[in-house]
């Protein structure tokens, strides 16, 4: 069976899962947005609607047998292949090589995959662009290991305490006070000389890069919702890693270390 002759339901589903996945893996909310209406359009339906938030999808197709569905957005995270894996699944469907049915069993299968790096490779990763960022903030290369060691501790750090709590501004908070702290402590004992240079550049897998730059595409796109919302995010989140390093360095000035 065609695309264009499946169940309008079927199609309002695929679409759905399509821009959850897409939403929940980091994409941007107007790639989201044309992917699903691009879907719609390769299964015969042109006139659909999508109204794409970072928290929620709301999807119609205009139509006699169909009605608005909406699919809440609790997770989000940054998998960039899952976003390519959407698109590439989406081209398929437009070309005529893969039915309703069959992509929504290769959407629910990509939903539950783990395509994204290992997290060893990910704290290698973390740990090495905090010392080249703090070498590109003018620190010295003996600060070097002090800095790759604390940026793979972030790491570690906010991983662990977002498994622990599902607040993420939490998990950055503690994540950023463990920065602080470790860097002091690397100061301390010699093992690092510029205490400024060695935060920031270990506080940089902490920084929400994605979430910024898909917050200025949005309000670009004229999402001004959804492009606020992230932007208010990425905001608090700035503060609470602000806030626990300014909590460390005021403790470490107060004391007299």
């Known amino acids: 069976m065609s695309a264009a002759d499946c169940d309008t339901g079927e199609v309002v589903q695929l679409c759905l899962l399509a821009g959850k996945i897409m939403m929940e893996s980091g994409g941007e909310t107007y790639r989201v947005e044309d992917t699903m209406m691009r879907i719609a359009a390769a299964c015969g339906r042109e006139r659909s609607h999508s109204y794409v938030t970072p928290t929620g999808i709301i999807f119609s197709i205009d ?63 973390a740990a090495i662009a905090s010392g080249c960022f703090m070498i590109m903030f003018q620190g010295e290369w003996a600060d070097f290991a002090a800095a790759f060691v604390i940026g793979g501790a972030a790491l570690s750090s906010v991983t662990f305490f977002h498994w622990l709590v599902k607040a993420k501004l939490f998990s950055e908070l503690l994540a950023a006070v463990i920065v602080g702290v470790l860097a002091c402590l690397a100061v301390q004992i010699g093992a690092g000389n510029q205490l ?27 999402h001004f919702v959804s492009g606020l919302s992230k932007g208010a995010e990425a905001l608090l989140t700035a503060f609470a890693i602000g806030s626990g390093i300014a909590f460390v360095l005021a403790f470490y000035n107060g004391a007299g270390w």
């Open 196 to 222: 400024d240079k060695i935060i920031l550049g270990s506080v940089m897998p902490l920084v929400p890069g994605l979430l910024i730059t898909n917050a200025v595409r949005d309000l670009i796109a004229g």
């Open 63 to 125: 139509g006699p047998d169909s009605g608005t569905r909406l699919v809440r957005i609790s997770e989000r995270s940054t998998d960039l292949q899952k976003v390519t894996d959407v698109n590439d699944i989406s081209r398929r469907i437009a070309q005529g090589q893969l039915s309703v049915q069959e992509a929504i069993q290769l959407l629910r299968e990509l939903e539950t995959a783990k395509v994204g790096y290992p997290f060893r490779v990910k704290l290698l990763c």
